[in-house]
């Protein structure tokens, strides 16, 4: 079997501060996590350049940094937005694609996000795609339609070379932020699934691409979650802001 290097990703959303970057890369630095594992930070776009700086200065090469969202375009009259070359430009190496905060709140399309996910790979940045589905659709079993939709998006837009360096996030959003995480055995049922997909266009991506769960993560359950082997890490949202807890679900990556 392959092996895959797990990584565990936090979305730290419209949260933190240059205090918790300095408490967060502290702490990775001592604990010494990010040896076995690739941990990404993705902080508030304010913060990004300083997050660089910082962990350069702690010299943590494991440590990447991840812009939480991205302008489809390259320039132009978009106020607030940031394009791919901005967020390149102060440091980022990874971007999150589709969030489901994004796709929900700001009504984001599976279209755009895979226009943003291109972007960003065409600019040598990493995309994590966002994927999930609602209480409602997983409620009246559309589900595995619901995530063959979103991935397809890409698939059409990038082809079968797409998938060879992004990272993929299962995100039901039922349990994001909820407290209630979904099962191991369901998330490795779903990400088997999502590597399936992946397979039927490119069985050797298949076997490389990282799929990661998120929503709900903590300390107490990601362990059983992590030793499923379709699983190869997490994103973590509010459990990423207590520097303690992150470095614990690191280690258990
Ligand atoms: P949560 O968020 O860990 O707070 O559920 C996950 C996410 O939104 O990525």
């Not at 291109?118 to 659709?137: D, S």
């Not at 409620?139 to 837009?157: D, N, P, W, Y």
């Not at 049922?189 to 076997?207: L, N």
Request: glycine share 8%; with cysteine; proline share 4%.
């Amino acid at each position: 079997m392959t092996k895959r290097m797990p990584v565990v990703a936090a979305n730290w959303k419209m949260n933190g501060s240059r205090e918790l970057v300095n408490q967060v890369l502290l702490q990775i630095k001592q604990s010494g996590v990010c040896q076995d594992i690739e941990v990404v930070i993705s902080p508030p776009a304010t913060l990004y350049s300083y997050f660089d700086e910082q962990k350069k200065i702690h010299e943590l090469d494991h440590v990447f940094l991840a812009a939480q969202n991205i302008n489809e375009l390259d320039n132009g009259a978009l106020t607030g937005e940031i394009s791919v070359g901005l967020a390149k430009e102060s440091g980022c190496q990874w971007v999150i694609c589709g969030h489901s905060e994004r796709r929900s709140l700001f009504k984001e399309t599976s279209k755009v996000t895979a226009k943003k996910f291109m972007k960003a790979l065409n600019a040598g940045l990493k995309p994590i795609l966002c994927v999930g589905e609602t209480t409602e659709e997983k409620e009246t079993g559309k589900t595995f339609s619901r995530l063959t939709a979103q991935i397809e998006a890409v698939m059409h837009l990038g082809g079968k070379q797409a998938f060879k360096d992004c990272l993929i996030a299962y995100e039901p959003i039922w349990a994001v932020g909820t407290g209630q995480a979904a099962s191991p055995e369901l998330a490795q049922e779903i990400h088997r699934f999502i590597r399936g997909m992946i397979a039927s266009i490119c069985p050797e991506t298949a076997k490389t691409v990282r799929i990661l769960y998120g929503g709900s993560i903590k300390p107490e359950n990601a362990a059983a979650l992590f030793s499923q082997p379709d699983i190869d890490g997490g994103l973590i949202g509010g459990a990423g802001l207590v520097p303690e807890q992150f470095i614990k679900i690191c280690q258990l990556a």
